[in-house]
């Protein structure tokens, strides 16, 4: 990203968080601000849109403004770590996954996996040995030679010790099991 394109969202998440505080419930001027920042950094942001709410044609307009409220709440803090990451993409999938933006995680290799927990900060060394350990059996299971059912009854025990772990671990693991082809 050029310092020109830097400076324009740095004043893009000055001024949208000067709107959403003044006119948060303005579901008019929401949708137009939502609108602005969704297509000037969408193909910018990787995952930008990924995890937003749904806004329905039965939606109250009290309703519909709530939804944009959010929705631009949750774009102007993704364009925020995206600055604070210096403008790089790399680490936003772990600012998806402590958001719990399910799409993303939904969407990592093993070896990104891998990479994310190594980067957690918050895992001891002991810990993240051991989460490494499983992830690279639950690999080895789900690229091995044999049924789905047979490969599903081996990944159960990993469901259960997944499960057991924090959430943001949890959320890495859990789609893991899921690559049984």
Known sequence: MDEIARMMLDDDLLHSRELWNQYGNDS??????FDMLIMRYKDIVEGLADGLDVISVYDSSAEKAEVYKSNVHKV???LEAFKDSGYSNESMVQHYVNEGVQGRAFDLSFNETRDIINKMEDLSPLERDEII???DEIESIT???NTK???WHALRPYLIWASGKDVNTAMLIIPLLMKIN
């Open 143 to 145: 690229v091995s030679v």
């Open 28 to 33: 008019k001027r929401m949708s137009g601000l």
């Open 133 to 135: 350990t499983k992830i």
């Open 149 to 151: 059912k047979n490969k």
């Open 76 to 78: 102007i803090r993704r």
